[in-house]
């Protein structure tokens, strides 16, 4: 019996959200992360709350923001 599991081939496999803004915050800060992603979550009084509630519901704005976390972790 074979119980491996296939693994993904996604690169945000395991990653939440959450994990991916605490970095892109961390990272770059509101005001740069606003500067690269031009959306109002990010540049208009930004919380995390708000901007993940934004992200969630919004495909082309999470599209834009997994891109920078892929790109920000090739530096890493």
Not at 37 to 49: A, E, G, L, W
């Amino acid at each position: 019996m074979n119980t491996n599991k296939p693994i993904s081939n996604d690169p945000l496999h395991g990653i939440t959200l959450a994990e991916i803004l605490e970095v892109l915050i961390a990272t770059y800060g509101w005001e740069e992360l606003g500067s690269r992603i031009k959306i109002n979550c990010f540049t208009n009084n930004p919380t995390r709350k708000s901007s993940l509630k934004f992200l969630r519901k919004t495909p082309w704005a999470r599209e834009k923001v997994e891109r920078l976390f892929l790109r920000t972790q090739k530096f890493n």
